[in-house]
């Protein structure tokens, strides 16, 4: 599986921005996909997922603001993000997984077998 996030940028805050990831070879069910993100000096954190059943989760701290969707036909997935806060500030991943997860581990990025290179979001104050 090959993944290739697009759609990072600068904003001000209040802003929006729509990420995109292209998945290759990932095109039978079950699987689950996620976005995750890491600023600089922290730990990487699970923002969004779904699944093959389309079903989602998302962090508390992106509810609300973002939205995780996919377009099968076109293998790719998108987090579509409102209303940003310079905390939202970070390098952005797509992740997957073959396989169906339980809703309490999705957003644990232990459990992806599949990364993206990271695509840059910056929101200024």
């Known amino acids: 599986v090959q993944l290739v996030e697009s759609g990072g940028g600068s904003v001000q805050a209040g802003g929006s921005l729509r990420l995109s990831c292209a998945a290759s070879k990932l095109t039978v069910s079950p699987y689950c996909m996620g976005w995750f993100r890491q600023a600089p000096g922290k730990e990487r954190e699970g923002v969004a997922s779904i699944d093959s059943d389309g079903s989602t989760a998302y962090a508390d701290s992106v509810k609300g603001r973002f939205t995780i969707s996919q377009d099968v036909a076109k293998n790719t997935l998108y987090l579509e993000m409102n209303s940003l806060k310079p905390e939202d500030t970070a390098t952005y991943y797509c992740?997957?997984?073959?396989?169906?997860?339980?809703?309490?581990?999705?957003?644990?990025?232990?459990?992806?077998?599949?990364w993206g290179q990271g695509t840059q979001v910056t929101v200024s104050s």
């Open positions: 992740a997957a997984e073959r396989r169906r997860l339980a809703i309490w581990f999705r957003l644990s990025r232990d459990v992806y077998s599949y």
